[in-house]
T-cell receptor, first 112, second 114 residues
Framework: NAGVTQTPKFQVLKTGQSMTLQCAQD?????MYWYRQDPGMGLRLIYY???????DKGEVPNGYNVSRLNKREFSLRLESAAPSQTSVYFC????FGTGSVHFGDGTRLSIL | GQQLNQSPQSMFIQEGEDVSMNCTSS?????WLWYKQDPGEGPVLLIA?????ELTSNGRLTAQFGITRKDSFLNISASIPSDVGIYFC??????????????FGKGITLSVRP
């Protein structure tokens, strides 16, 4: 009964380092999403994948890349981390055509 | 991007009290969702609404899809300490495709005094 699993849960990086956040879902959902959450800003969409093989930019895509590896997995990459990317990152998934989105427990990323 | 409006940012209530939150937009939505986020965890879906005027309950929680399709309300009755958390509304805009992205409000942090 895992749902959406994110790894790692915590990470500290130095400015300029690269990092890939991993996400996997076991609900056979078609769509997957990456959000970032910052104090007072709510949840902002970084990238999403409506179905396997497709990815699209969300509200705040700059500085990030994504890969939809297969139906289960959707990774988020920071090529050159910046302090402004310090945030809590959430992966989520949903069934195509329905409203509800299911979230993982987040990755807390600090960039020094 | 289009934001949903939730205010105030924080609410403080006494244990046992009822509390209501609303979420408004200038656009029409065809789906409204309410989420709760506990500290250190991801948001968890509380209630989903798919039809204008729909009223749905989940235990002590009741949510309504506004008739105008531009707002939604969440009510928590007889609050308890574990109701503490951040409550987000989210919606899918009408006429943007079956798999359109969710828009989120900024959330309301609820504190419950014992």
């Amino acid at each position: 009964n895992a749902g959406v699993t994110q790894t790692p849960k915590f990470q500290v990086l130095k400015t300029g380092q690269s990092m890939t956040l991993q996400c996997a879902q076991d609900m056979n959902h078609n769509s997957m999403y990456w959000y970032r959450q910052d104090p007072g800003m709510g949840l902002r969409l970084i990238y999403y994948s409506a179905s396997e093989g497709t990815t699209d930019k969300g509200e705040v895509p700059n500085g990030y890349n994504v890969s939809r590896l297969n139906k289960r997995e959707f990774s988020l990459r920071l090529e050159s981390a910046a302090p402004s990317q310090t945030s809590v990152y959430f992966c989520a998934s949903s069934e195509f055509g329905t409203g509800s989105v299911h979230f993982g427990d987040g990755t807390r990323l600090s960039i020094l | 991007g289009q934001q949903l409006n939730q205010s105030p940012q924080s609410m403080f209530i006494q244990e046992g009290e009822d509390v209501s939150m609303n979420c408004t937009s200038s656009s029409i939505f065809n789906t409204w969702l309410w989420y709760k986020q506990d500290p250190g965890e991801g948001p968890v879906l509380l209630i989903a609404l798919y039809k204008a005027g729909e009223l749905t309950s989940n235990g002590r929680l009741t949510a309504q899809f506004g008739i105008t399709r531009k707002d939604s309300f969440l009510n928590i009755s007889a609050s308890i300490p574990s109701d503490v958390g951040i409550y987000f509304c989210a919606g899918r805009r009408a006429n943007t495709g079956a798999n359109s992205k969710l828009t989120f409000g900024k959330g309301i942090t609820l504190s419950v005094r014992p």
